[in-house]
C-alpha cells in the first residue's frame, strides 16, 4: 500500500515539474503546437502568456500554411487548438516574432 501512494505521488510531482515545458516536437500535452488557432476567454486546450523574454515558444502569426512549428493562423471556427492569454498560473510562455518561429 505504502508503495503504491509513492508511485502516485511521484506521478503527480513529476507531471507538475515539466508542465510549462513545450517539447522538442513542438507539442504541449499531445497538441502540436502550430496550425489554426482559436482565441477564447474560456474552455482553452492552453494558456498563454505574452513574453518579451525567456519564452517557452516563438510564435509567427501567418495568413496561410500553418503547419511549421510556432506558425499560427487565427481563426473562428474550426481551430487545431484554444488558446486563452492569461497574466498568471500559464502552461506556457510564448513571444510573437516576424522570423524564426518555433522553440528556442
Not at 25 to 46: E, H, M, N, Q, W
Not at 61 to 86: A, E, Q, T, Y
Amino acid at each position: 500500500m505504502k508503495k503504491l501512494i509513492v508511485i502516485i505521488l511521484e506521478i503527480l510531482f513529476s507531471s507538475a515539474l515539466f508542465a510549462g515545458e513545450v517539447g522538442s516536437d513542438c507539442t504541449f500535452k499531445g497538441k502540436k503546437l502550430a496550425g489554426r488557432v482559436k482565441f477564447v476567454t474560456s474552455y482553452p486546450d492552453i494558456k498563454v502568456k505574452i513574453v518579451d523574454s525567456f519564452p517557452d515558444l516563438k510564435v509567427k502569426k501567418v495568413s496561410s500554411f500553418p503547419s511549421d512549428c510556432g506558425k499560427w493562423k487565427v481563426v473562428s471556427s474550426f481551430p487545431d487548438f484554444k488558446v486563452k492569454i492569461v497574466t498568471s498560473f500559464p502552461d506556457i510562455k510564448i513571444k510573437y516574432v516576424n522570423s524564426f518561429p518555433g522553440v528556442p
